[in-house]
């Protein structure tokens, strides 16, 4: 029995990010996966869902040409060619996670399911390993609601959406989370008639409301049949048809809730995520976990010596990058004798719908909670943004909220390529720039930055009030 410096079970980003890590500085390393190396992001969530984005936007732009004076025919699409699309893109990227690369990188690769029989001891698929430090990284499964009915017909989720071989006529989706929205976009600029059911009052209700909202106008106007405040009591088959439909209740503010039915071809569920951990018997390790994902410490170290946990499977931000994170944390933490403590404060993400919603820090609503009077809030409409102008993507803003003294608390872009912007209000933040300082930084022209700096220099503009104010008008006119 081969005695190994570290045993990683799950291969997605944590679990990969963590062994490549901890082989390259000299540890041996197994690494345990009961499926493919590559995990949700490769398979079931990134990499296919921006792959078909790209070609609905392909579509739409087509189909859109004649605005600036380019004359198209009939746009058709070839959904079995899409899905071709999305495959090679899964393809290219699929070496880069591969068995072959990792186990040239000196990691032991082992396909199959791995349990905890003891304190720091597991065994994969009986058979016993021997490790120094255990890391957890086995993700999230698709959480699916107990709506009556559900069980009992066919129903998608992203595990399975991305092997449909035929374009669905009317696709249902519920969830207006990311998830959701960005599929539900896609799928009606490829031509499905999809309807959102989403039980909260507002969709996205982690984002700026102000900015979520514009989304919402914008996915209305492109087709999207958006149901907020609803809630699905039942789901059935459709004898006739084959198809599915789904009884639900909309908010009545106060009144009696109004009940109503929509059938669809197809249903996906896009409701949340739960970890996945089930199989692995972790009271067996002394490893506790709640509802929200694994129990760890600052550090990510669960409940049980010599075991970490990183990724999905933790949280609390599920997202590639976040899991990338703390994946290096954890390998500093396990071989290093002094301990990182994770820091969440400056975390960006990006709804990849058309336009973007990227976020990084405090909503609007969250610093005025936080921090009461003092919050500022600076925006510049991407309609006044002359390469917007010239693109002819003019839908959306940067949001920017400062506190009195120009400290940004948190920046949101809704528009074109937002997800490219949100970095350098990510940057300022984490390095403590201020909105002057970014304000005041030369940003090539014509380019969308642009729009950030003109919000954070509205920070600026406003400081010339009162007393400052006449002492320049004193200076300029003596």
């Known amino acids: 029995m081969a005695t190994y410096d570290l045993v990683v079970i799950g291969g ?15 540890a041996r390393v197994a690494l345990v996966e009961r499926d493919r190396l590559g995990g949700e992001c490769l398979w079931n969530g990134c990499v296919p869902s921006k792959a078909m984005i790209a070609a609905a936007r392909a579509a739409t732009d087509t189909r859109t040409a004649g605005r600036y004076g380019v004359r198209t025919g009939d746009v058709r699409v070839d959904f079995a060619a899409v899905m071709q699309w999305v495959r090679d893109a899964q393809s290219g990227v699929a070496p880069h996670d591969s068995p072959e690369r990792f186990r040239a990188l000196g990691v032991d690769v082992i396909q199959g399911d791995a349990r905890f029989t003891g304190e720091r001891a597991i065994a994969v698929d009986g058979r016993a390993m021997d490790a120094k430090r255990i890391v957890i990284a086995t993700g999230t499964s698709p959480a699916v609601p107990p709506i009556p009915g559900l069980a009992d017909v066919p129903y998608l989720t992203n595990e399975s959406i991305f092997s449909l071989t035929a374009l669905p006529a009317r696709l249902l989706v519920l969830g207006g989370g990311p998830i959701g929205l960005e599929l539900a976009q896609a799928f009606t600029r490829l031509g499905s008639e999809v309807h959102v059911l989403e039980a909260a009052p507002q969709l996205l209700p982690r984002e700026d409301h102000e900015l979520a909202t514009a989304l919402a106008e914008r996915l209305t106007t492109e087709g999207v049949r958006l149901h907020v405040g ?3 009591t039942r789901v059935e088959r459709v004898s006739n048809t084959g198809g599915v439909r789904v009884t639900a209740t909309r908010d009545g503010s106060g009144h009696a809730a109004a009940p109503f039915t929509v059938e669809g071809d197809a249903l996906l569920v896009a409701t949340g995520r739960v970890p996945r951990v089930d199989a692995l018997d972790l009271p067996r390790g002394g490893v506790e976990a709640g509802k929200g994902g694994i129990t760890v410490d600052d550090g990510l170290r669960t409940t049980a010596h010599g075991v970490w ?16 994170y703390q994946a290096r944390l954890v390998i500093r933490n396990a071989f290093f004798p002094f301990t990182s403590a994770a ?9 990849f719908t058309e336009p973007e919603l990227a976020h990084v820090g405090l909503t609007e609503e969250e610093a005025r909670a936080q921090h ?17 102008i010239t693109d002819g993507e003019t839908a959306g803003m940067v949001k920017l909220v400062t506190n009195a003294r120009g400290k940004i608390l948190g920046g949101h872009v809704l528009g074109h390529g937002a997800g490219n912007l949100i970095g350098e209000i990510t940057l300022a933040m984490k390095h403590g720039i201020s909105a002057h300082a970014l304000g005041g930084t030369i940003h090539a022209y014509p380019t ?6 003109q919000a954070a220099e509205q920070y600026t503009k406003s ?10 008008n004193w200076y300029v006119r003596r």
Do not use: N
């Open 12 to 26: 997605g980003t944590a679990g990969l990010v963590t062994a490549a890590g901890s082989a390259g500085i000299g």
């Open 372 to 388: 009461g009077d003092g919050v500022r809030v600076w925006r510049r409409p991407l309609s006044d943004v002359d390469r917007a």
């Open 309 to 324: 946990a990183a990724g999905d499977c933790v949280g609390p931000l599920r997202f590639t990058h976040v899991a990338d």
């Open 343 to 351: 820091d969440y404060t400056v975390v960006p993400w990006v709804t």
């Open 230 to 232: 609803t809630k699905a």
């Open 463 to 472: 400081r010339f009030t009162g007393v400052i104010q006449r002492v320049i």
């Open 448 to 453: 969308y930055p642009e729009a950030i700096r």
